[in-house]
């Protein structure tokens, strides 16, 4: 697995680019959360910089005064670490941590290595170890470390053959075996699911820190971690319930979504999510004291649609409503929305009776169609 070695807390500044004045306030809020992640990766911010650009500079994404600055700044305050609100490609990468002599990263390896921390079970580490991959694999250079060569063998090496290509080569063919693994264990869930298809399947789906494991703890009685950090949840946790229900009830918290989410992770967490789209019910959770709440439920849905779970009928959670005196009314089509605090217990008894009925319903159409 790709990691930066960590010999001291990161301390970073933040980045962004804002195309217009108008957009800035928008990029403001979006490095506030880049400061979450940044927290979350147990980095220290020592600064942010809003730069406002028509359009990313080819060579250094920021224009090169800001690039200047950064580097003064990173001398006075004793900076090792540039994280990029946005995506760099490899040549601005490359250039950026050239010219201001520190390692530069963007939101998306970040994001990257905070699920390599969190990630417990074997799958988990196998899907983010994959997308760290491909994510590195257009950036390898002649300075990259070179990889095991546990997949290598008599013939390996090719006359003639730079460095680079072993590397890149190493890195395909490591690629390629992870996705064999990932094949078998999917293999393994899909005869699990097979068991489970004569119960109501309930998944827990929003953006990273809306409450949804404190909601799962609180439906199912489990011990899942929490805390007020963005991906206290990766692996996907599932409870079977069965009293106070007509039928079996298969509840599964899953990881939270975020905006900006590398489409590498998407990818290698697909057979993961699968437990999203093969539910019979969604508990869509919202923040309902987050500021970006309707944003931020818009793309959930994105990546409820990116995963093709966007028809799955759905609750719409209003969490945390303790915390904020009304939320705002959300046009998402959701038939039913509840207000709920899942830490404080208010507006669970609703909740599930509504979840008991949906599952009555289930119950009653299985039947009858066998009957």
Request: overall charge positive; proline content about 3%; aromatic content about 6%.
């Amino acid at each position: 697995m790709i990691e930066y070695n960590k010999i001291e807390t990161e301390k970073a500044i933040l980045v962004g680019l804002a195309r217009n004045a108008k957009l800035k306030a928008g990029v403001s809020n979006s490095l506030d959360e880049l400061e979450q992640l940044a927290i979350s990766a147990e980095a220290n911010v020592i600064g942010r910089r809003i730069q406002v650009r028509g359009r990313p500079d080819p060579a250094y994404f920021v224009g090169r005064g800001l690039v200047a600055e950064l580097k003064e700044s990173l001398k006075e305050n004793g900076g090792n670490c540039i994280i990029f609100d946005d995506s760099l490609s490899p040549a601005q990468q490359r250039n950026l941590e050239k010219e201001l002599e520190t390692k530069v990263i963007d939101r998306a390896i970040l994001i990257l290595d905070i699920f390599a921390n969190r990630a417990r079970t074997s799958a988990a580490r196998l899907q983010v170890e994959l997308a760290q991959l491909e994510y590195t694999l257009p950036r390898l250079t002649g300075a990259w470390v070179h990889f095991s060569r546990q997949y290598g063998g008599i013939g390996a090496k090719g006359p003639g053959e730079t460095q680079l290509e072993i590397d890149r080569r190493q890195v395909r063919t490591k690629i390629s075996h992870l996705k064999q693994r990932l094949k078998r264990l999917d293999v393994q869930r899909r005869t699990q699911r097979k068991r489970r298809q004569d119960q109501f399947k309930v998944a827990l789906v929003g953006y990273t820190n809306a409450g949804k494991s404190t909601l799962f703890n609180r439906l199912t009685k489990a011990k899942v971690t929490t805390a007020d950090m963005l991906f206290t949840t990766l692996d996907s946790t599932t409870r079977v319930m069965s009293s106070g229900y007509p039928c079996r009830v298969l509840f599964s918290d899953t990881v939270g979504f975020i905006k900006k989410l590398p489409h590498q992770l998407v990818e290698s967490f697909k057979s993961t999510l699968e437990e999203v789209k093969l539910a019979d019910l969604l508990l869509h959770v919202v923040d309902s004291s987050d500021p970006e709440l309707t944003e931020r439920a818009e793309q959930t849905r994105q990546v409820l649609e990116e995963i093709g779970a966007q028809s799955i009928p759905y609750l719409l959670i209003y969490n945390k409503v303790d915390l904020v005196p009304e939320h705002p009314n959300l046009e998402l089509n959701s038939p039913t929305s509840f207000e709920i605090s899942a830490l404080g217990g208010l507006g669970i008894a609703s909740l599930q009776a509504e979840i008991i009925a949906a599952s009555g319903r289930y119950l009653q159409s299985k039947t009858g169609s066998k009957a």
